[in-house]
């Protein structure tokens, strides 16, 4: 009888859990919300927050690990390159813990930071509570920012073109696009996208 | 869409606890689809539940997860297990090695579309495109989705769950 009263709570606990993680998938921002404010640090050892004398940013929750994010680096740089400029600089959050994911590591962050000659801020959310306010579900995974006031309006969420593999073969730059429709203060026309991702390593909680 | 079929035999030769040979083989498939061809697939009645599972041979808790659902396939006659990989599509070598390596006994279809956003919401609007992720059919057509990492416990619970 104990035998089956405990498979019963267990299989309740088991299912609870599965219930609320799927629950927590749909927390975070949405298009229109204002995004919170971070203090996070770079690898070249300084505070970084959301850009007072910017426009708005790119928050790209990031990583070292996903061959997704690998892909995509050189065109991280180059969005920093031709968007930092103009108000709109990429700011490149990794979230990941480094107990579950060793290569992810603030030290490791510094060795692919200085490789690759990243000009973005790469940053680290060791508590993962950016991540959890912004919502992040996987790397990449692009949150573009643009400022009303003194606020960061969520503006457009989701990839960064539709074709990870050959950056000549894309067809659709949504981040771009975006950019484009937020700088000329029209509606963004496409919000959200979703793309193939790396899941976030979360932080496991003590037993 | 041309595709491409990998068939293929697998010969593992492992000594057993008496140090003698035990050569056992098994034909597992390896098979280059489209959207279009994966949603046929899924549309495919079936008296099994059928299982979808989305993976990839460079993603860590991808691998974890695979041989549970392999386990629980063969306890279980119930299920039918499909592999889905995300590996890239112009380089399938890395998937029927990796194949060959686990001794990978459920089918594998690489779904060859980076066009994400056309299809990621038509398997589930609650994928975030996140993997590993599953994919799970009653035999009824109707369907549940999960997003994650799963244990032994977790998976056969769900399984439970469906029937």
């Known amino acids: 009888m104990k035998k089956i009263q405990i498979g019963f709570i267990l299989t309740f606990v088991l299912g609870m859990g599965l219930i609320f993680g799927t629950v927590a998938q749909n927390q975070g921002y949405k298009i229109g919300d204002v995004a919170t404010d971070f203090k996070l640090q770079s690898v070249d050892g300084s505070w970084v927050s959301l850009p007072e004398n910017a426009k708005g940013a790119m928050v790209i929750f990031s990583c070292n690990t996903c061959p997704y994010v690998v892909a995509y680096e050189d065109r991280m740089i180059d969005l920093h390159k031709k968007y930092a400029p103009k108000g709109y600089p990429v700011i490149a959050i990794n979230a990941n813990d480094a107990k579950v994911s060793p290569g992810d590591s603030f030290n490791k962050m510094k060795e692919r930071s200085k490789s690759k000659k990243f000009l973005f801020a790469y940053v680290h959310d060791q508590s993962q509570e950016v991540i959890k306010a912004y919502g992040g579900l996987r790397t990449p995974h692009v949150y573009l920012l643009h400022k009303e006031g003194d606020d960061f309006i969520v503006k457009y969420i989701g990839a960064i073109d539709n074709n990870y593999q050959d950056p000549n073969g894309v067809t659709e730059k949504y981040v771009e696009r975006a950019l484009d429709d937020v700088m000329n203060g029209r509606k963004v026309a496409v919000e959200s996208t979703k793309a193939i991702g790396c899941t976030i390593k979360w932080t496991k909680k003590a037993e | ?163």
């Open chain 2, 1 to 163: 869409m041309k595709v491409l079929v990998y068939s293929f035999l697998l010969i593992f030769i492992n000594p057993n606890s008496n140090g003698e040979l035990n050569q056992s083989m098994t034909d597992s498939t390896f098979q280059i689809i489209s959207y279009p061809e994966f949603e046929e697939m899924i549309n495919t009645p079936s008296e099994k539940i059928r299982i979808y599972n989305f993976w990839a041979t460079w993603c860590g808790p991808c691998v974890k997860e695979m041989p549970y659902f392999e386990k629980t396939q063969e306890e279980d006659n119930s299920i039918e297990l499909n592999f889905i990989s995300m590996d890239d599509g112009r380089k399938p070598e890395r998937v029927t090695s990796f194949m060959k390596k686990k001794g990978i006994q459920a089918p594998v279809y690489l779904l060859n579309d980076v066009d994400y956003n056309k299809w990621i919401d038509k398997v589930d609007p609650s994928w975030s495109g996140a993997i590993p992720a599953t994919l799970f059919i009653r035999s009824d057509g109707t369907k549940s989705f999960h997003e994650g990492e799963m244990t032994e416990d977790e998976l056969k619970l769900i399984i439970n769950q469906l029937k």
